[in-house]
């Protein structure tokens, strides 16, 4: 790990300051990816900039009738709250299934949305990767992909989007709301907040130099029967090869978002409108235009199956 400077944040618009005015300056809080990244020197950190103090661990109800999450809040506590139980199940269950508990207890929500990826590739430095180093090339392109993503890739990266909770926050049109150093704030559409690669796979997020995510909304519940299944290599402590958020609504929409299988959570309107016909079509729908490798076609197939499967526990929860 390489020297690096630190300090602990008492503000939201000082940790914002900081992080602009020192290049290569980072936010930490819980530490779960970033300092794995710095351990490999995939991170190297000028400056650290400690932001677990600065009161943004609470979940309070909107004028609007949502939730307001606070960046730090935890995952072991977000899932765990009465309201998210209740109201956005979905969302608690996409929690649980990710990381182990210990993890849980120090992975923030701010933090999950900002992970990084899990592709082998990524993490060796002694391959090419155009997210890590840009412009060195794609090492799996040609090697092994088979965790990999199969929708929104491009020619200069098919790396996966890891988060479970990202699933699920996409699937409720969460909006996460941010401050940069000047004290602008605003609020970004998780539809948006993400980045497909292009030509720029190492640009992940719309956020600016120093922008800090101060929080995260979910609109007023929708009620109805959620579902949140993950398949993967062992039953726990894995990342997904494919997991399905749904969700049907008391307004009669039907709803879905993917992980696994995209560069960033995965969700199009042409699977929502399919949520009528069944799985197979709700498949077709999502996979419109999917980019596979001979490593991880299956995971096509693997859809529909998950699908399915949701459907079936739709069923029997009616």
């Known amino acids: 790990?390489?020297?690096?400077?630190?300090?602990?944040?008492?503000?939201?618009?000082?940790?914002?300051?900081?992080?602009?005015?020192?290049?290569?300056?980072?936010?930490?809080?819980?530490?779960?990816?970033?300092?794995?990244?710095?351990?490999?020197?995939?991170?190297?950190?000028?400056?650290?900039?400690?932001?677990?103090?600065?009161?943004?661990?609470?979940?309070?109800?909107?004028?609007?009738?949502?939730?307001?999450?606070?960046?730090?809040?935890?995952?072991t506590d977000l899932a765990a709250d009465r309201r998210v139980r209740r109201d956005y199940a979905v969302l608690s269950r996409a929690l649980v299934s990710g990381a182990s508990g210990q993890l849980r207890n120090k992975a923030t929500t701010g933090g999950n949305l900002l992970q990084r990826t899990r592709c082998v590739y990524f993490y060796d430095t002694r391959m090419p990767c155009n997210k890590r180093k840009p412009g060195?090339?794609?090492?799996?392109?040609?090697?092994?992909?088979?965790?990999?993503?199969?929708?929104?890739?491009?020619?200069?990266?098919?790396?996966?989007?890891?988060?479970?909770?990202?699933?699920?926050?996409?699937?409720?049109?969460?909006?996460?709301?941010?401050?940069d150093a000047t004290g602008a704030q605003r609020a970004i559409p998780i539809a948006d907040f993400h980045l497909l690669p292009g030509d720029t796979p190492d640009k992940e997020t719309v956020l600016k130099p120093g922008e800090i995510i101060t929080s995260v909304t979910l609109p007023k519940p929708l009620g109805g029967t959620h579902v949140y299944r993950k398949v993967r290599d062992r039953s726990s402590y894995a990342f997904a090869l494919v997991s399905v958020a749904a969700v049907w609504g008391r307004d009669g929409k039907t709803r879905f978002a993917f992980g696994g299988i995209g560069a960033k959570p995965w969700?199009?309107?042409?699977?929502?409108?399919?949520?009528?016909?069944?799985?197979?079509?709700?498949?077709?729908?999502?996979?419109?235009?999917?980019?596979?490798?001979?490593?991880?076609?299956?995971?096509?197939l693997l859809v529909e199956r998950t699908l399915t499967s949701v459907f079936r526990q739709k069923e029997a929860r009616a």
């Open 136 to 179: 060195s090339g794609c090492g799996a392109l040609e090697g092994i992909s088979r965790a990999l993503a199969i929708m929104g890739v491009s020619d200069a990266c098919i790396a996966q989007h890891p988060s479970d909770m990202a699933v699920a926050m996409r699937l409720l049109d969460a909006n996460v709301e941010t401050m």
């Open 267 to 300: 969700r199009v309107a042409e699977a929502d409108a399919a949520g009528r016909t069944g799985a197979k079509a709700v498949a077709e729908a999502a996979l419109a235009g999917a980019r596979t490798t001979p490593h991880n076609d299956f995971k096509k």
């Open 1 to 75: 790990m390489k020297p690096f400077t630190y300090e602990r944040a008492t503000s939201v618009q000082d940790a914002a300051r900081a992080a602009g005015s020192v290049q290569g300056a980072r936010f930490i809080a819980g530490g779960t990816n970033l300092l794995d990244l710095m351990k490999l020197q995939i991170e190297t950190p000028a400056h650290l900039i400690d932001v677990n103090h600065l009161g943004l661990d609470r979940i309070e109800e909107t004028a609007e009738g949502g939730l307001r999450i606070g960046a730090l809040v935890r995952n």
